[in-house]
């Protein structure tokens, strides 16, 4: 039986050329398929344990491959069953690996697996196990190592222009919330041009220098609250660079005293909801400030500042510049939350200075240690009295915070239609 005949073609999408698909056509007829996305490199994140299938990327590393190589995650890949066991979907992975080594550099490429923990199937596998011969490997982590011609970045352009346009349209916004998501996603935009070795970085900085001088301005407001006294409690969890916390009223979890009391599961024990990821800024003059970005928050209403002071705390712990907010994702009441902290509580450089790093209080009126010491104690005793465990009364608290979160989040999307 004769070999079917099939072409490859190939392509980069997205701004900055993150995203690369590869289609398979019998005739007219696509067949197959694969798409690949970059990531984070094991050198951007703060610990390399936060990379995918970590274990194997630390081998790669001990045997020379480069920490600082994209990091390239298969999301999808298909092929008609009728072009199984013929060397073609063998190929098509060979083609795009090579075409993202080719423009990209070195690079790191695994299936999705090591991202979500499922997502591969037992046919894809297959493949990942029989092409482990023809790269250096360990598991299912690849590693290329061809080096890219040097060449300009060509999204530098489409990136100048959007940060000019979103400062100019700032400029014009008189409305508070708007004014701000239009100055962040300005300061976005100049972020990737000054991290990049290409064109406009000085057009870059003076455009972020201008939209900080925005934000300055919209910042004069009265101070936040002051820190909670310690009839609050706090739960943590993940690891530093993905973290999650949970403020909830230790006043009224020391009252209940039956398991099936409604407060452990309404939400009325929660005061409070935040998700941060790692990131880095980078200033106009080029360095990078490690800070977490705050992905998602909801809280009951005045518990948004303590909220957040806890969490700059934590990120201060964790070896970070503070926190700062994805602008662009964040509702109308994060916001107007963010613009009431103070200029001192910002992070200042020596020759610039980063907008939306906040700083954790000088002197807080609880600690951060004090307040997990605190929580820890009581969640103990009172899964004790309980008849439960510990990390079940934990869990259960914590749940609720992620429900009333959602609760929290859809009702101040209500409010700002």
Same mark, same amino acid.
């Given at each position: ?142 590693? *290329?190592? !061809? %080096?890219? #011609? /040097? &060449? @300009? =970045? $060509? ?58 001088? *925005?934000? !300055? %301005?919209? #910042? /004069? &407001? @009265? =101070? $936040? ?193």
């Amino acid at each position: 039986m004769s070999q079917p005949t099939v072409k490859y073609r190939g392509r980069f999408s997205g701004v900055t050329k993150d995203v690369y698909k590869l289609l398979v056509y019998e005739g007219k007829k696509r067949v197959g398929g694969i798409l690949l996305i970059q990531g984070l490199s094991p050198y951007s994140r703060k610990d390399i344990n936060n990379s995918p299938c970590p274990d194997d990327v630390k081998a790669l590393i001990a045997r020379g491959a480069d920490p600082k190589a994209s990091m390239w995650t298969v999301d999808k890949a298909f092929l008609d069953e009728h072009l199984h066991n013929k060397g073609i979907g063998k190929e098509m992975y060979r083609r795009a690996f090579a075409a993202i080594a080719k423009k990209k550099g070195p690079i790191f490429v695994h299936p999705t697996y090591c991202t979500i923990g499922s997502g591969t199937s037992k046919a894809a596998l297959r493949v990942w196990k029989s092409l482990r011969s023809e790269y250096i490997s360990s598991g299912d982590v690849f590693f *290329l190592s !061809d %080096a890219p #011609t /040097k &060449r @300009k =970045n $060509p999204s530098a352009d489409v990136h100048i222009h959007r940060a000019e346009e979103q400062l100019a349209r700032a400029k014009e916004t008189k409305e508070p919330v708007r004014r701000a998501q239009r100055i962040g996603a300005a300061m976005q935009e100049a972020y990737w041009v000054m991290s990049d070795d290409g064109p406009h970085r000085k057009r870059a900085a003076r455009i972020h220098r201008e939209a900080l001088k *925005l934000r !300055d %301005a919209m #910042t /004069k &407001r @009265k =101070n $936040p609250a002051k820190v909670p006294d310690a009839g609050t409690g706090l739960i943590i969890r993940g690891d530093p660079g993905m973290r999650m916390m949970v403020l909830f009223d230790a006043g009224m979890l020391r009252d209940i005293d039956d398991w099936d009391d409604d407060r452990l599961y309404d939400g009325s024990l929660i005061l409070g909801f935040l998700d941060m990821h790692d990131s880095t800024l980078v200033t106009p003059i080029g360095r990078g400030l490690p800070a977490y970005e705050v992905h998602s928050a909801a809280a009951k209403d005045g518990w948004g500042p303590p909220l957040y002071d806890f969490a700059s705390m934590l990120a201060h712990d964790d070896d970070m510049q503070g926190i700062h907010p994805m602008v662009l994702e964040n509702t109308k009441a994060v916001m107007t939350m963010w613009s009431k902290f103070p200029k001192a509580r910002q992070k200042k450089e020596s020759k610039s200075k980063i907008g939306f790093i906040l700083k954790p209080p000088k002197k807080p009126v609880v600690s951060l240690k004090d307040i997990k010491s605190s929580s820890n104690v009581l969640i103990k005793q009172k899964a004790a009295e309980l008849g439960w465990r510990a990390a079940e009364l934990r869990t259960q608290i914590f749940d609720s915070g992620l429900r009333l979160f959602e609760d929290l989040y859809r009702e101040q999307k209500r409010k700002e239609r």
